[in-house]
Antibody, heavy 116, light 110 residues
Framework: EVQLVESGGGLVQPGRSLKLSCLAS????????MNWIRQAPGKGLEWVAS????????YYADTVKGRFTISRDNAKNTLYLQMTSLRSEDTALYYC?????????WGQGVMVTVSS | DIVLTQSPALAVSLEQRATISCKTS??????????MHWYQQKPGQQPKLLIY???NLASGIPARFSGSGSGTDFTLTIDPVEADDIATYYC?????????FGGGTKLELK
């Protein structure tokens, strides 16, 4: 069974940093591209970042480019999102999702709240 | 960026057909494949993939869900609607980066 479990969220002050993790199981992690997608409270879905299976290709939304860094450790079956210079508008539930041609499996999400 | 436009809400009766549309600002087809996907999200849950590449049913999804369309106009059909289908539905394109989602259509009971 495919499982994606996010962790690392919490309350953080504006301008500070936070690192999210997503532990994958039930599939060969190193064979799949992975993504972070977020959802602000009561709002729709916003794609944040993508990373290919071998980390060769990385893409970011303009809203996070230069502040967020997506990475992965295939030996640990773990996806990461390093978030710096956090803003109030980054407050959201952050999902990791496996990617084939679509986002076929999603984690339960981890909440990030940016507030003073 | 490719913009995806959905109606915010749709009211439907149980056992009737629901048709949810998604229009894109650019063609999302490439080499005969439509890079359009549909997701269902219930309150407090993560999104679930329903349809990929325009019309392919994802694993474990009931056959009352179907997808159609090409180019810039796509449709998700639920026929017949069951009570468990009350949720918000999102379309999403993977033709280009940035990946983009529609604003979501909330399916409500009439």
């Amino acid at each position: 069974e495919v499982q994606l479990v996010e962790s690392g969220g919490g309350l953080v002050q504006p301008g500070r940093s936070l690192k999210l993790s997503c532990l994958a199981s039930g599939f060969t992690f190193s064979n799949y591209g992975m993504n972070w997608i977020r959802q602000a409270p009561g709002k729709g879905l916003e794609w944040v970042a993508s990373i290919s299976s071998s980390s060769s290709y990385i893409y970011y939304a303009d809203t996070v480019k230069g502040r967020f860094t997506i990475s992965r450790d295939n030996a640990k079956n773990t996806l990461y999102l390093q978030m710096t210079s956090l803003r109030s508008e980054d407050t959201a539930l952050y999902y990791c999702a496996r990617y084939t041609t679509a986002f076929d499996y999603w984690g339960q999400g981890v909440m990030v709240t940016v507030s003073s | 960026d490719i913009v995806l436009t959905q109606s915010p809400a749709l009211a439907v009766s149980l056992e009737q057909r629901a048709t949810i549309s998604c229009k894109t600002s650019q063609n999302v087809d490439n080499y005969g494949i439509s890079y359009m996907h549909w997701y269902q999200q219930k309150p407090g849950q993560q999104p679930k993939l329903l349809i990929y590449e325009g019309s392919n049913l994802a694993s474990g999804i009931p056959a009352r869900f179907s997808g159609s369309g090409s180019g810039t106009d796509f449709t998700l059909t639920i026929d017949p609607v069951e009570a468990d289908d009350i949720a918000t539905y999102y379309c999403q394109q993977s033709k280009d980066y940035p990946r983009t989602f529609g604003g979501g259509t909330k399916l409500e009971l009439k």
